[in-house]
């Protein structure tokens, strides 16, 4: 009983000190706040009379002055963190939505407007001399294929 009464005390004097905790609260965030200490002398004089005679005594005195350097942040909890980041992710979501419908207006009209070039370049272009022409000469050709496939038909007399 005693060894176990040792060995529970042991364990408990030993075990997490306050380092591992501050250790573990700087790995999740906390900075510990920086205090600085700056010494404040004055000069306070008064006279004094010594043998017939005032002489001006001077003691410095000094004073301890503590500021602060660095603000303490706290660590956001659990709750706290979801709550931000689900207002971030809404405010994202809201930004998304009005940029797609402003993108999808300009690209109806961008699509619009190059129909419109293109039914107007039609218009203006209509047919030349060169596509006539180009269209015969290939239309004369295929004809001229099916005229000698009907020749070498007949020729050889495939049935």
Not at 41 to 68: A, C, R, Y
Not at 140 to 146: N, P, V
């Amino acid at each position: 009983m005693k060894i176990f009464i040792l060995l529970a005390s042991v364990i408990i004097f030993a075990g997490c000190t306050q380092s591992y905790y501050l250790n573990k609260a700087i790995k999740k965030g906390y900075q510990p706040a920086v205090y600085d200490t700056i010494k404040i002398n004055t000069i306070d004089s008064f006279p004094v009379i010594i043998h017939d005679s005032i002489v001006w005594e001077k003691f410095i005195t000094t004073k301890d002055t503590i500021i602060q350097v660095q603000t303490q942040y706290l660590t956001k909890t659990r709750f706290i963190q979801r709550m931000d980041l689900k207002r971030f992710n809404d405010s994202l979501q809201h930004l998304r939505s009005i940029y797609t419908d402003s993108l999808r207006n300009a690209l109806k009209t961008q699509r619009k407007a190059i129909k419109t070039d293109l039914k107007q370049q039609r218009v203006k272009k209509g047919k030349t001399f060169t596509d006539t022409i180009k269209f015969t000469a290939v239309s004369l050709f295929f004809l001229l294929i099916i005229i000698v496939l009907f020749k070498l038909k007949q020729y050889f007399k495939i049935d």
